[in-house]
């Protein structure tokens, strides 16, 4: 049944793919001009002469002289076959040499929000729905409203200001610039914790609020059901009769949140980083994308897209894994 | 059940009230939406009516006020004789210590009134007028509330000029959003099948690609020559085309469940058209739930516009919004030099919490028969 399932999923995740490079190619196309022409132009303006055998190579390489088509097919090959996404004219660098540097930062500080996120929403949430209209439950909804209504960027400047205003240090970029050229050492990773945790933290927020209304509203739905009734009526302990169903039941449907919070949170990584000026793609891609420096921008695109469907899909077979009724409705469709 | 509906059932009220004055009813219960709905209503008022709000026109610049601090309203001067309302006129200073120059109070007094005269400006496009609700008696005087910024423009002036950008363009983009999300959910809705399928699978693309990514990709490809008339709509356009996916999904939803309804299945053998069973019959029955999707995407259209102008790649200058302005806070230095900066930030809050409690109130008030 499971191993079913999996394949199916596997078998719609295939035209997804395929929909999104198709999306991501006409993005990188979109600009006036392809690649070719900026070179040329920009090789002319710095007073170089453009080598002819460089252009044809190119030209070659990537069908830059074929119809469109034909061009989508060159540039999905060779990414799917030698991971090459183009070249970059504003870096003179492959695309894939920029995106290695950087990429894994800005997908390490992705996860690692989502962590921090489920670890306070799902607590929080529990609190919230089992001690309605506390005070308590009030402040986080009050929390919860800021954390909607703040935007990534505001609240990264409001600390930056903060931060810089009490203490006069300057909270921007992973490291301070002392340690920015250093070898990994003890000091450096300590110096990259509180300025780790401000990103992460500030990511995470926003997210959270939103996580931890599900949680409460999907604890409280759980919590007005029969059967808690009657395991009440019976006189089951109030703490074992929370933890053995109906938190269970409610933190089942968290896993396939996935889906929704990832795009979220690399999108809120990617202002915040701008902000704070962190060595992750963020910087670069807002830069790649005003100097219209498409390929770039567009293979990152391309990467975290299909690195959120796998992400949902991952979550959609760990949901089907843990909750039979999914597996067994998955199927029965 | 509350006393009020008591009362109204027994005088028969309650029973022959309409589905929106039970809404209505339901709304008025929910207090943070009920103080969010004029809050919402003013500051529309106060944008759409800009010239006549603010006390400066926001491209008019104070060259001897460059950076210049927010001046407070008081009533009394240095001496504490009661003088009416006005502010003391900055002076420039240099700061004994880091030789900065800075500003300071002088003893001199500018007159603040209610409706003055001031620079003149055109009403909306329709007139020539010099009229403003609030600011210097004397034409021209410098009066700033939140301060001033690098080239010495009246700060809150150009905010309530923003506001008319940022929050029209909110409303522009629901409505490019409402028309794509409902002909696509009527149509997967209604139809079913192959259809259903093929914006089924598109909505899921969309919501797989991170948004403001998207955003940024889309805005950039913008031809940088574009008026910027063209950018406004354009941008909004952007943000019509990803942001749909959430209301189709509530239209098809509640196609899908009321499809089946006695009503919609008399009314097509009484030989009722596909068009006028979902325009006369369907969408009147849900319209609450639109209203209540549509509420709830206008925070993410405010943020996502001044997350994108303010990194510089949404709407640009001379296009005044909360983003474009903001974007002067973009360094550590900008900062802590010259906080008052900080003010769009207040009012993006401000009007985005607004919203969501709005939003909160009709969710409530969505399904007045619960």
């Known amino acids: 049944m499971l191993a079913r399932y999996i394949i199916r999923r596997l078998l719609q995740f295939i035209p997804l793919l395929i929909a999104i490079s198709i999306i991501i190619f006409v993005i990188i196309q979109l600009p006036p001009g392809d690649y070719l022409s900026t070179y040329i132009v920009q090789m002319k303006n ?34 799917v076959t030698k991971l090459d996404f183009g070249r970059s004219f504003q870096w ?15 997908i390490g500080i992705a996860l690692l929000s989502l962590v921090v996120t489920w670890g306070l929403a799902i607590p929080i949430g529990i609190y919230s729905a089992t001690h309605q209209y506390s005070l308590g439950d009030y402040i986080f909804i009050f929390l919860g409203f800021i954390g909607l209504a703040v935007p990534g960027f505001l609240l990264a400047l409001g600390a930056v200001y903060v931060i810089f205003v009490n203490t006069g240090v300057s909270l921007t970029g992973l490291f301070s610039p002392e340690y920015v050229n250093a070898a990994w050492s003890w000091a450096k990773f300590v110096n990259m914790l509180p300025r780790l945790g401000l990103v992460v933290g500030i990511i995470g927020l926003s997210q959270t609020a939103g996580l931890i209304r599900q949680m409460r509203a999907m604890l409280l739905d759980e919590l007005q059901k029969q059967y808690v009734i009657t395991a009440r009526a019976k006189g089951l302990e109030e703490k074992k009769l929370l933890w053995k169903y ?29 902000v704070l000026s962190m060595p992750t793609m963020g910087p670069v891609v807002r830069r790649a994308l005003i100097s219209q420096d498409m390929y770039l921008a567009g293979s990152f695109l391309l990467i975290v897209s299909v690195l959120t469907v796998f992400g949902t899909l991952l979550s959609d077979i760990a949901l089907a894994v843990i909750d039979p009724r999914i597996r067994f409705g998955g199927v029965a469709e | 059940m509350s006393a009020r509906k008591r009362r109204q059932q027994q005088d028969g009220t309650y029973e022959v009230a309409g589905q929106w004055k039970l809404m209505w009813w339901k709304f008025k219960k929910h207090r943070l939406a009920m103080i969010a709905l004029p809050i919402i209503v003013i500051m529309y008022t106060i944008t759409m009516f800009c010239e006549f709000f ?43 210590v880091t030789f900065r120059k800075v500003f300071a ?64 363009f909110a409303l522009v983009s629901i409505a490019f959003t409402f028309f794509i999300g409902l002909t696509l959910g009527g149509i997967s809705g209604y139809l079913g099948g192959f259809a259903d399928t093929i914006i089924q699978r598109m909505i899921d693309l969309i919501m797989s690609i991170p948004g403001i990514p998207l955003w940024m990709a889309l805005a950039a490809a913008l031809p940088t020559t574009m008026s910027s008339l063209g950018k406004y709509l354009w941008m909004s356009i952007i943000m019509s085309l990803i942001g749909w996916t959430g209301l189709a999904r509530v239209v098809r939803g509640k196609i899908l469940s009321l499809r089946e309804e006695d ?18 019959h369907l969408l009147p029955s849900f319209m609450s739930y639109i209203i209540v999707s549509i509420t709830a995407s206008i925070p993410g259209t405010i943020l996502g516009e001044t997350a994108l102008s303010f990194l510089g790649l949404g709407l640009q200058a001379p296009t005044i919004s909360w983003g474009t302005l903001l974007q002067d806070t973009q360094t550590v230095e900008a900062l802590a030099l010259q906080p008052w900066l900080l003010w769009p930030a207040f009012f993006i809050i401000v009007t985005v919490l607004m919203f969501n409690f709005a939003g909160d109130g009709l969710r409530d008030a969505a399904d007045p028969y619960k």
């Open chain 2, 105 to 168: 109070d002088s003893d001199q007094i500018i007159k603040l009134g209610f409706f003055v005269h001031g620079e003149p400006y055109r009403f909306l496009g329709l007139f020539d007028s010099d009229l403003r609700f609030f600011g210097p008696v004397e034409k021209g005087g410098e009066f700033f509330l939140m301060g001033t910024d690098s080239l010495g423009r009246d700060l809150y002036s150009r905010i309530l000029f923003g506001g008319r950008i940022s929050l029209s």
């Open chain 1, 246 to 274: 109906p938190i269970r039941l409610a933190v089942n449907p968290m896993v396939s949140t996935i889906g929704w919070i990832l795009p979220g949170l690399i999108s809120g990584e990617i202002v915040v980083s701008i």
């Open chain 1, 46 to 79: 710095s007073g170089t002469d453009v080598d002819q055998s460089y252009i044809i190579n190119l030209t070659r390489q990537y069908g830059l002289d074929q119809p469109a088509h034909i061009q989508y097919f060159y540039w999905i090959t060779n990414i």
């Open chain 1, 92 to 106: 003179q660098q492959p695309v894939s040499q920029i995106l290695s540097e950087r990429l894994p930062a800005t």
């Open chain 2, 54 to 96: 603010a006390p400066a026109l926001p491209l008019s610049r104070f060259r001897d006020f460059k950076d210049c601090p927010p001046s407070a309203i008081r009533l009394r001067d240095a001496d504490g004789n009661f003088v009416g309302l006005h502010v003391r006129l900055k002076e420039s200073v240099r700061d004994p």
């Open chain 2, 263 to 280: 009503f919609v299945i008399a009314a097509r053998l009484s030989g009722a058209s596909h068009g006028r069973v979902i325009g006369r």
